[in-house]
């Protein structure tokens, strides 16, 4: 064999052919290695920006929830009786003082990560907190003022407490209709999370604030005569990222540091991760493959590092203009559901621009047995500037229309809608050809709640009960006459057009009918009496008490005034020998001819003529 091939080698050809194959699979083989190697290089540090990104981003987001649940303690505090007691008081009340003190400890009791609650009065110059005052009123009043001028509602500090202190996240709430301040301290440590990717121990997460101060004690922690949050906040500074999460790869230190922004807190949340890490990863890679791709490793480095950082800025932008298509859909489609509501109440055709195929969805989806329109009128307790009255309105709609799908939403299938200018229009949709007796409970829980929110009064009517979406515009029609009708009585409350929350409805207007009979019976000889003289008798509008009095009589007040009168006046003719003048004095006429003229168009006869016929 070895002589064989030594023979071989003799021919200049075959060596030839032998060094130039020997080099070409040299080649091959190197630059397929160095590129298996530079992609596992790629991967590797890509998979753990992603994994460390999605950590980060949970992490936020869980911060965030925090964020909420505070918010809702404030919005506790805020509203209960005792807070509101002790920020209007101009003087202190040791009473009032005492029981908001055993509140605000009752719930703190409730939350383990708050430290304190404080409730500052700028008024009377006091601060109730829920860890006792201990000195510190003063200093929560100063912060409060500082944080207030500064316009902050979020900050780092450190707090007082018994022979110790504490270091705390402390959220602000201004109230200035009270010119007071709410303040929850929470425990900082509380934010010191951790991440665990499975690869190795756990990290701890760094966080610092807008301004670059250390929110957790860690960030506080000093490494190379640098405190870690000052070198946190030149990374920021340096770069001015658009992004709300980015990485930066430190080639001094030898480290990545990775990025991500609360859009609550607007702090910083920060993982840093060395390159020994990386490394320890590469030495699994056998001996022969690190050596033959060794020369090139700097070169695969560089390579990769170029690489991210160009395809970075793409794919940001991608993941941006996909988010903006997925907000402006989520607009377009809250906008045609709205507008479809809109038009179911006042009967109007939606436009041609909506698809077919998403009028049936919404078709489907509101749909029900029967319908009810409930319509809900704003108004404000004092007169509103021209210039703020429509922006101002358009809260107040918004604010109702949230508060009517929450507090009706428990009980009933409904949906509220802006109707525009003063009035929420709310949607029923029915099981039976009735709506249960819960919605006046709820419609006086939603009136009490927005006339104790704002500075608003809310009253309300129910249209009737329907059996086709064709009709709905029929309960709509109705509960805008019942509204008109509650305007013109000035009565801030439900009136029902089924007369379910009010049954003796007819019977009281009976009742007031019967009252203005009787007072018609005694002072039909009035020539001043009218339908305006008796509503002024009554207390009620001139065009509300026509309407209820020909609902109930079936003819006007004015025709059954003269038909009382010409009554009358027959009997005067029967049982006296009075002239006509004297007779139409006498039962309210103030022309004699104008009585005639009506008792012979009524009768068929003239008065003298009326009384011969019966004396014959």
């Known amino acids: 064999m070895r002589k064989y091939f030594k023979k071989l080698l003799s021919y200049s050809v075959y060596r030839r052919t032998l060094i130039t194959y020997s080099i070409s699979i040299l080649v091959i083989t190197t630059l397929i290695l160095m590129s298996l190697y530079g992609v596992f290089i790629v991967s590797i540090k890509q998979n753990q920006i992603d994994s460390t990104k999605q950590l980060l981003g949970q992490l936020v987001r869980e911060v965030d929830n925090l964020k909420t649940d505070i918010d809702n303690v404030a919005s506790v505090i805020t509203s209960d009786s005792r807070t509101l007691k002790f920020v209007q008081n101009k003087e202190d009340n040791k009473k009032d003082n005492y029981y908001l003190f055993l509140k605000l400890q009752e719930i703190k009791s409730a939350y383990s990560y708050i430290e304190d609650i404080s409730i500052v009065n700028f008024n009377n110059g006091k601060c109730i907190q829920a860890i006792g005052n201990n000195g510190g009123g003063k200093a929560n009043i100063d912060y409060a003022l500082s944080m207030l001028e500064q316009k902050k509602y979020i900050g780092v500090r450190t707090i007082k407490q018994i022979q110790k202190t504490k270091n705390v996240v402390s959220f602000l709430q201004y109230l200035p209709y009270y010119n007071a301040m709410v303040i929850e301290d929470v425990n900082a440590d509380w934010f010191q999370y951790s991440l665990n990717d499975n690869h190795?121990?756990?990290?701890?997460?760094?966080?610092?604030?807008?301004?670059?101060?250390?929110?957790?004690?860690?960030?506080?922690a000093v490494v190379n005569n640098q405190p870690l949050s000052e070198y946190f906040y030149s990374i920021i500074?340096?770069?001015?990222?658009?992004?709300?999460?980015f990485v930066y790869d430190d080639k001094v230190k030898r480290q990545l540091v990775f990025f991500s922004e609360s859009p609550e807190f607007g702090w910083w949340f920060i993982d840093m991760q060395d390159y020994s890490y990386f490394n320890s990863r590469f030495q699994k890679i056998s001996i022969t493959f690190v050596g033959i791709a060794l020369a090139l490793v700097s070169f695969c480095l560089l390579i990769s590092v170029i690489f991210n950082r160009k395809i970075q800025k793409p794919l940001v932008e991608l993941d941006m203009a996909i988010a903006r298509g997925t907000h402006e859909k989520y607009l377009k489609e809250n906008y045609i559901k709205t507008l479809y509501l809109y038009n179911l109440l006042t009967g109007e055709q939606m436009p041609l621009f909506v698809p077919q195929k998403e009028l049936n969805y919404l078709e489907e989806h509101y749909s029900g047995n029967y319908y009810c329109v409930m319509l809900?009128?704003?108004?404000?307790?004092s007169p509103l500037d021209p210039s703020v009255r429509k922006e101002e309105y358009k809260l107040y709609r918004y604010a109702v229309c949230n508060l009517s799908d929450e507090i009706f939403g428990d009980d009933f299938r409904c949906k509220a809608v802006d109707m525009g200018e003063d009035?929420?229009?709310?949607?029923?949709?029915?099981?039976k050809k009735a709506v249960e007796e819960e919605y006046a409970l709820c419609f006086r829980q939603l009136k009490e709640f927005a006339e104790k929110m704002f500075?608003?009064?809310?009253?309300?009517s129910l249209g009737i009960?329907?059996?086709?979406?064709?009709?709905?515009?029929?309960?709509?029609?109705?509960?805008?006459?019942?509204m008109e009708m509650n305007q013109l009585i000035n009565r801030e409350e439900l009136i029902d057009a089924n007369n379910q929350v009010s049954a003796n409805y007819q019977e009281k207007n009976r009742k007031l009918v019967e009252s203005i009979l009787e007072y018609t019976e005694y002072n039909f000889n009035n020539p001043d009496l009218s339908l305006k003289s008796i509503s002024q008798v009554f207390g009620l509008s001139t065009a509300y008490l026509g309407k209820i009095f020909k609902s109930v009589q079936g003819e006007a007040y004015s025709s059954y005034i003269t038909s009382c009168r010409l009554e009358k006046?027959?009997?005067?003719?029967?049982?006296?020998?009075?002239?006509?003048?004297?007779?139409?004095a006498e039962v309210g006429f103030t022309n004699s001819t104008y009585f005639a003229t009506l008792f012979k168009n009524t009768y068929g006869m003239t008065p003298t003529a009326f009384r011969s016929q019966y004396h014959n």
């Open 455 to 460: 500075p608003i009064l809310v009253s309300g």
């Open 465 to 482: 009960v329907v059996d086709s979406r064709r009709d709905i515009y029929a309960s709509y029609h109705k509960a805008r006459q019942y």
């Open 423 to 431: 009035q929420v229009g709310l949607l029923f949709f029915l099981e």
């Open 200 to 220: 190795r121990a756990a990290r701890k997460v760094y966080i610092i604030d807008v301004d670059g101060s250390a929110v957790t004690s860690n960030t506080r």
């Open 569 to 584: 006046s027959k009997l005067v003719l029967l049982q006296t020998a009075k002239t006509v003048n004297d007779i139409a």
């Open 376 to 381: 809900l009128k704003i108004q404000d307790k």
């Open 237 to 245: 500074t340096r770069l001015n990222p658009r992004e709300k999460s």
